[in-house]
């Protein structure tokens, strides 16, 4: 089955605490990106990466941080910075025709 | 500045009518066009692309676009109440960086 996988599907941060979010795919696409969204909002761009080891802010990218050492591989941490994360984080990727598809999503809580 | 412009509803249409669902985007260079369909607390599912002027039918989906006008619009015929969702619009521009740019999304309830 190809598809992407996110996890957890609810993640608890602690004050001053920085967590990271799993983003795998399987889909062998080069291009994958880290979305924000807020109740009753748009989606917004974190970060994203359209090839190994190389990746690009978004146009919220402040308080966040990425790697991608492997194709399959994109994880996303929030570090103590980002002083408002609650939010659902989503995860795509895309191949060349540029067709975004979404993993399930994290849903991130502060305590 | 890329912009995709979705009315935000809710458009509420009774069990078995055509929904009719528009989004209209600035950038002439815009050449690919999705629609996503996401359930409340759920992620973004890919419903249909289209690429060329005209229809583009999938079941009870149409996509239509309009490049002149600079629209697409998706039409979801014999509506269900399963249908009750917000449906996301993203404009993909050629040449570009691949990042599509998504409307804020239109709610849509089918009622019985």
């Known amino acids: 089955d190809g598809g992407i996988t996110q996890s957890p599907k609810y993640l608890f941060r602690k004050e001053g605490q920085n967590v990271t979010l799993s983003c795998e795919q399987n889909?062998?696409?080069?291009?994958m990106y880290w979305y924000r969204q807020d109740p009753g909002q748009g989606l917004r761009l974190i970060y994203y990466s359209q090839i190994v080891n190389d990746f690009q802010k978004g146009d919220i990218a402040e308080g966040y941080s990425v790697s991608r050492e492997k194709k399959e591989s994109f994880p996303l941490t929030v570090t103590s910075a980002q002083k408002n994360p609650t939010a659902f984080y989503l995860c795509?990727?895309?191949?060349?025709?540029?067709?975004?598809?979404f993993g399930p999503g994290t849903r991130l809580l502060v305590l | 500045q890329k912009e995709v412009e979705q009315n935000s509803g809710p458009l509420s249409v009774p069990e078995g009518a055509i929904a009719s669902l528009n989004c209209t985007y600035s950038?002439?260079?815009?050449?690919?066009f999705f629609w996503y369909r996401q359930y409340s607390g759920k992620s973004p599912e890919l419903i249909m692309f289209?690429?060329?002027?005209g229809d583009k039918e999938d079941g009870r989906f149409t996509a239509q676009l309009n490049k002149a006008s600079q629209y697409v619009s998706l039409l979801i015929r014999d509506s269900q109440p399963s249908d009750s969702a917000t449906y996301l619009c993203?404009?993909?521009?050629?040449?570009?960086?691949?990042?599509?740019?998504f409307g804020r999304g239109t709610s849509l309830i089918v009622h019985p």
């Open positions: 289209i690429y060329s002027n």
């Open positions: 795509a990727s895309s191949g060349q025709g540029g067709t975004q598809y």
């Open positions: 950038d002439r260079g815009s050449q690919s």
């Open positions: 889909l062998n696409h080069d291009a």
């Open positions: 993203a404009v993909l521009v050629s040449g570009g960086s691949y990042i599509p740019t």
